[in-house]
């Protein structure tokens, strides 16, 4: 068997490092990879945008599978082009790709179809948001790009005075390019932030193991947005009750919307959420799998993930049962490039990879590297790293995540000394003690799981509305 994955970060060092311990020993390439992929797959010079080279390179290579890591050649199509030559591809066509390629299109579909999330207004002009967000009163304002914006295209402002800079940054100096011929504002939401992914091939549904990342740039929350500074899984304030919430009110009517629209999605869905005192409310959707969450899943996944990638790219998810997941604790800690989220320095040597993976349970997964003739591994990116650790609970997890962090060197380096720590500050979020479980490889427990949350898909008529649908199994029963 061979498999194609298509990018060059960490989530794809992450997914090559899983797909090479399948049992079905696949033969891997990787599009255009980095020094860590090059240790598991062959990397081929084709860049991830190249939608007319990936085609042509997956003629040639005729592999039996095509996982597509990033969001831009999924918004661009490649998917589709792929699927006219007959390759299974793991990610969604163009259509179901703008919802995340368009923040505007995506709150269009939450509207329609009544899944929660916060109220909002579009604008394409930047007089006529300026104008209304001096006329707020409540405060703070989040602004996004309509666009791909690298994770960077949401602002979150707390007077009329940011709030327009924001604006004129993104609409009228075009910071980030033509992401910002849109905005949308929001009302900002109180509560704790989490990361929900669903693998689905439009029938069925997979819920994996929820994962919490830090966007923000500094400690407790603070700076610019990222593309991600760490993240741990599982997350101890998701509880088993908020989880069968965000299942029923988010995740099966997000798969009724697709079919409503006419979308035929097979891939990830990647939901983040807010959870509020008023229930989960979508911040946003993604359609691949997020960096560096994909690094804490692949860990904390014992079953073989080749299997659900293929049959999810044939519309067979159905016949797959539920992961296994590892019970303990994974933390990935970002290294981070000098200048990030701005202008990073790059071509720094990185040296101690090797003593930060002697540390136990350790794992270093590339994403912003590079390598030079002489073999040397340098810095060409603003997230660098990911240092990941399992433990038996988040602090040991924390301890030899951050121990490795500290072997590895290079100039410019660092990272944030909070992961996983931000549910300790919030009392009264303990998870509630997890019942007993059936193996997860049972299949009377998978064939319960699928067809209670199919039951529900299937259901004629609109999405159900908050409060209405059949509470349901989760992932991790």
Known sequence: MKVLVVGSGGREHALCWKLAQSPLAPELL????????????????????????LVDLARREKPDLVVVGPEDPLVAGLADKLRTHGIAVFGPGAKGARLEGSKVFAKEVLERHRIPCAQDRVFDRSGTAKSYLENCTQWPQVIKADGLAGGKGVVICHDPKSACQAVDMIMEQKALGSAGTKIVVEEFLQGEEASVLAITDGETILILEPVQDH?????GDTGPNT????????????????????EQHVLVPTLHALRHEEIEFRGMLFVGLMMTDNGPRVLEYNVRFGDPECQALVRRMKSDLLPILLATAK????????????????????????GYPGTVRKGDAIEGLDAAEAHEDVVVFHAGTSSDKSGRVLT???????????????????ERAYAGYDEVRYAGKFCRRDIGTRHQSKPGTEPEERPHRRPARDPRAAEAMRARIERRIKAAGKPPAPGSAEPGPTAAE
Request: glycine share 14%.
């Open 315 to 338: 519309g067979e998810l159905s016949k797959i049962e539920p992961p296994e997941w590892d019970e303990r604790v994974c933390v990935g800690v970002v290294a981070a490039a000098e």
């Open 227 to 246: 593309g991600g500074m760490g993240v741990y899984s599982p997350v101890a304030s998701l509880n088993r009750r908020l989880q069968r919430q965000i």
């Open 215 to 219: 966007k923000q740039v500094g400690e």
């Open 380 to 398: 060409s990116g603003g997230r660098v790293l990911c240092v990941s650790a399992l433990g038996a609970d988040l602090n040991a997890a924390r």
């Open 30 to 53: 990787c599009a255009p990879g980095n020094p860590g992929t090059a240790r598991l797959a062959r990397n081929v010079p084709v860049q991830a945008n190249d939608v007319p080279g």
